[in-house]
């Protein structure tokens, strides 16, 4: 930030015949040191046990942390309440957030342990969508959910374009869905995923 201000300086003779005036420009200067941070009030989202039924209308089964799943059967008890992420801005500046997948290639990665290593299915896919938490926390979430990995690609998504630092404003819920295709490989799968925050 820079504020400017003229500083005028008058210069008056004895002599009316000459009377001068002398202008000069002065400059005040600002430097705003903001901090950026971000911290998870809710790191863990879990789905349980289950597996895909096969005798269901699509070619994999849709889990989504907001509740909603198809053509899933839980053999555990599936969450009664949304199980989500929450994003908090700890800083006190406006950040800019991006999502990624730390710990898989692709969505093939993480269902069938190798990179595109379904081979029965094209159908893997992670994806992701934000909220406002808190009303007015970010301008600029996701539209619906977007995509994080598919079979074959992993990328970085930006989830929130302004994310606000004031107590009543701070925070996003981050919602996953997952579909899993019908030749997962059996076992305990554990994704990772990294909230990266820039000074907006």
């Known amino acids: 930030l820079q504020i400017l201000s003229t500083i005028y300086v008058y210069t008056q003779f004895t002599s009316e015949e000459y009377v001068g005036r002398v202008t ?92 595109q290593g379904c081979n029965a299915s094209l159908d893997s896919e992670i994806l992701i969508q934000t909220l406002n938490n808190e009303n007015g926390s970010c301008s600029g979430l996701t539209t619906g959910f977007e995509t994080l990995a598919t079979n074959s690609s992993n990328v970085s998504v930006g989830i929130c374009d302004s994310f606000d630092y004031q107590d009543t404003n701070d925070s996003i819920s981050i919602y996953l869905e997952l579909h899993v295709p019908r030749d997962a490989r059996i076992g305990n799968k554990t994704l990772y995923l990294n909230y990266e925050a820039v000074a907006a």
């Open 24 to 115: 000069e420009s002065g400059t005040v200067s600002l430097t705003f040191a903001g901090t950026a941070g971000i911290s998870l009030g809710d790191d863990i989202i879990s789905f349980g046990s289950g597996y895909y039924n096969g005798s269901c209308f699509l070619p994999y089964a849709q889990l989504n942390s907001n509740l909603s799943r198809n053509c899933w059967v839980n053999i555990t008890t599936f969450p009664s309440l949304e199980d989500v992420h929450t994003l908090i801005n700890t800083g006190n500046v406006l950040v800019n957030i991006t999502a990624s997948l730390t710990n898989t290639t692709d969505a093939e990665m993480f269902f069938c342990n190798a990179a």
